[in-house]
């Protein structure tokens, strides 16, 4: 019974402690797509906000995936993006 009790307490230590970041620090997509964009990656958050304007046409992933096209200088799309 003692050994049963140390192997739980074992395997829950260890998600506490070993996967903190899976546990309590999960990024969303939008979160991780504006870091890009700060970070100047717009490349990545394009692919990110394009997606997410894709599935979900918020006005904040609106603004991010045209700024971020704008940046990488597809003016053509943009501005299709911008029509629809």
Do not use: H, W
């Not at 003692?2 to 402690?17: E, M, Y």
């Not at 996967?19 to 970070?39: C, I, R, S, W």
């Amino acid at each position: 019974m003692r050994k049963k009790l140390n192997i739980a307490f074992l395997f829950f230590a260890f998600l506490f402690v070993a996967g903190p970041g899976k546990l309590f620090a999960q990024q969303t997509d939008e979160q991780l797509g504006v870091q890009y964009y700060q970070n100047k990656q717009y490349d990545k958050a394009l692919l990110l906000f394009e997606n997410l304007f894709g599935q979900m046409p918020s006005q904040f992933n609106y603004i991010y995936y045209v700024n971020c096209l704008v940046e990488l200088k597809d003016y053509d799309k943009a501005e299709k993006v911008i029509k629809k």
